[in-house]
């Protein structure tokens, strides 16, 4: 008993398991992974959540923050609102379309300026964003051509074209007819 007792100390001792240690070098541990995953939640959660304590924040902080939020919804439901008025009065909204003829043009290309720095960013980078994933799809066409022409040559092997054996002149075919043809 000692002996055995001695050879699970070397490979088992000082609380360590050289058998799991191993296998940790060529497969991930499913539980630790799983502990590291939930950590990294708990750690995001808790980030994402400080930034919306508004206990730390001032008066003025929070009525920034509600400022910051109110511009793309307040547009949408004024367009909304817009058809509304022009569906239940037309005249009072086309009074009211009459009076933005009246707006100059250089009025008109200031609003346009501050809308487009406003929400022009966001636009920028999702236009770049489609560019570039439309620049690697067509990246990628010809190789998608090749592929599409070695799957076709898959289908439809090249055979030369042998034109067809007239069996009346061979002349194998021929002698053997013959022989066919005597008696034994």
Known sequence: MGLIERMFS???GNGRNAIVETAEVFRINAEADAARAADMRVQALSQHGAEFTIAR?????RF???LNRMPRPLLVFSMLGL??????DPIWFSAR???LQLVPEPLWWLMGAVVSFYFGARHQIKGQEFQRSLAETMARAPQVVTNIDRLNDLREPDVPDVPPVDPD??????????SQDRPQ
């Open 97 to 99: 379309m009459q009076g």
């Open 83 to 88: 058809f509304g008025a022009a569906m239940v």
């Open 64 to 66: 920034m923050d509600g």
């Open 169 to 178: 002149e061979n002349p194998a075919l021929a002698a053997w007819r013959a």
């Open 57 to 61: 924040q001032g008066r003025f902080d």
């Open 10 to 12: 070397v490979v088992f």
